[in-house]
């Protein structure tokens, strides 16, 4: 598939395969971008700067609304693509396109509530006899540079937000998984001037490292691991920069929780997108009393997960991203268990799948908790108490979301205010999220916030006009 900018299908005499992780069969190629491609791109983001700004919020709304029509009429061609290129069940799938419709209909609603307000001069020394109000100005040219695991919501999170608020958008989508997002901004084009919408493909680390330097482009949006978000806010110099990066969300399990609740919770949270979730559940921390119990149960809920075919409907767990991926997952839970962790379930590879596994008596120091692991792992830390459950949950350098299963609402109220995250939910696991509220991490997992609001608020910026009616 072709790039696209300013409107026009440009290729590359550099290709790059992108394989079904599930069979290795090629489904498409991409062009590996060279610098003066971007620069294309670049030119032509902020040529269509003007007429963008010249839309009516209404014309702007409006033609977001057709192209979330125009993604309902190509949901399961797009989940299919999505599947193939992914590996994730196509009922997940089809859930992120239902999220993706969502996503966009959100921004249409927000591109008619762009509001500035009226400032009170007077209220400041020699403020008297003035009238103030903001408006809050597009940014102009926003790069969204997004990750595989949830490829089109994730990259729909940067641009509907973005055009709602009249910048244009460069798209550098991941190189494992780029096809169902150049699929999108192939559907957006047809609604909005050329140059509003263009797709880079290439390597993260020369084409978006382009990107992120250039002093042309005014935001980025990136959405990915922390080792590159630390890298490109080192680079970015005096643009704005969003950073969505890793997580390590705890699931706490306190003496008094719904047992059957905690577990589905794990099942949902760790399992889904066989792992490959930012707000996945990677540190399942249990109260000693009850571990028995919840561990039994979950073991058995684990052994229902039907891995297969992720085009079947009844498979609930499908590849990793690629083999490579698999096999890093496979050496993390072999070093827990050398280092004394047991698996009662899952724990084998079998090319790019990894069986859903849980592992127990995992100690907070083994790098399996340390680190993000990318993959269907429910790792169990044991506690004693409320107090180490919070101890135990804030001890990594990651804030994304976190989960407590408790029916004692002083211990709610307690992790709610003491653990240190962007997102505390209550009787539910992290791996939750609609599509309107703030999403964003505390510590290293990010700076600013997403949720469509938040992300009209981080891609404009506050200018004041001031009457002097003296
Ligand atoms: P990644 O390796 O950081 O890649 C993300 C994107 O950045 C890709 O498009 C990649 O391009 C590009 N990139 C790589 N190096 C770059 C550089 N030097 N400069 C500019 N761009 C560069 O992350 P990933 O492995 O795809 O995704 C998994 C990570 O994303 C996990 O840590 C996960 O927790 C995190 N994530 C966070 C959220 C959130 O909202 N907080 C959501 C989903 C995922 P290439 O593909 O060409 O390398």
Not at 148 to 153: A, G, H, I, R, V
Not at 194 to 219: A, H, Q
Not at 283 to 307: G, H, P, Q, Y
Not at 420 to 444: I, L
């Amino acid at each position: 598939m072709d790039m696209l900018i300013g409107g026009k299908h440009i290729s590359s005499d550099d290709l790059q395969e992108v394989k079904n992780p599930y069979d290795g069969e090629i489904i498409d190629n991409i062009p590996i971008a060279h610098r003066q491609t971007a620069d294309l791109a670049i030119k032509e983001a902020n040529d269509a700067k003007e007429g963008l700004v010249e839309m009516s919020a209404f014309k702007v709304s409006n033609k977001l609304f057709n192209v979330c029509e125009k993604l309902k009429d190509n949901k399961m061609d797009l989940a299919q693509l999505l599947t193939m290129e992914v590996g994730k069940p196509i009922n997940e799938s089809l859930v992120e396109l239902d999220r993706s419709i969502e996503t966009l209909k959100l921004a249409a609603e927000e591109a008619k509530r762009i509001y500035g307000e009226s400032v009170p001069l007077d209220a400041g020394l020699n403020g008297k006899g003035f009238f103030a109000f903001t408006q809050r100005v597009p940014l102009g040219v926003v790069a969204a540079i997004t990750p595989f695991n949830y490829p089109l919501n994730l990259t729909i999170h940067k641009i509907a937000p973005a055009i709602a608020c009249k910048n244009t958008v460069i798209i550098k989508p991941p190189t494992e998984a780029p096809l169902t997002v150049m699929k999108f901004a192939e559907i957006l084009n047809e609604e909005f001037p050329d140059g509003v919408i263009n797709t880079v493909t290439g390597y993260g680390s020369e084409i978006g490292d382009y990107l992120v330097t250039s002093p042309n482009i005014d935001k980025i949006s990136f959405t990915g691991s922390v080792t590159t978000g630390l890298m490109i806010s080192q680079k970015a110099g005096m643009k704005k920069v969003t950073l969505e990066l890793g997580g390590n969300d705890p699931l706490v399990v306190l003496k008094d929780a719904d047992i059957d609740k905690a577990v589905r919770g794990v099942i949902n949270g760790a399992f889904l997108n066989a792992g490959q979730v930012c707000m996945g559940v990677k540190r399942i921390i249990v109260e000693d009393e009850i571990a028995s119990e919840f561990t039994r149960k979950l073991v058995d809920a684990t052994d229902r997960l039907v891995m297969g075919n992720p085009l079947d409907e009844n498979t609930t767990l499908g590849t990793l991203i690629s083999e490579k991926a698999a096999m890093q997952v496979e050496e993390a839970v072999n070093n827990a268990v050398n280092d004394g962790a047991n698996i009662l379930t899952g724990g084998v590879r079998d090319g790019a799948f990894y069986e859903a596994t849980v592992i127990d008596n995992v100690t907070q120091d083994m790098d399996l908790v340390v680190n993000e692991t990318f993959g269907p792992i429910a790792p169990i830390i044991h506690v004693n108490s409320l107090d180490e459950a919070i101890e135990v949950a804030n001890d990594t350098e990651y804030g994304l979301q976190a989960g407590v299963f408790t029916n004692d609402y002083y211990s709610a109220m307690r992790c709610a205010n003491e653990i240190e995250a962007g997102t505390v939910f209550v009787n539910k696991q992290s791996t939750f999220r609609t599509d309107n509220m703030p999403f964003g991490g505390f510590k290293n997992s990010g700076v600013g916030k997403e949720g469509i609001k938040y992300a009209v608020s981080e891609m404009t910026k506050t200018k004041l006009i001031g009457l002097n009616l003296r």
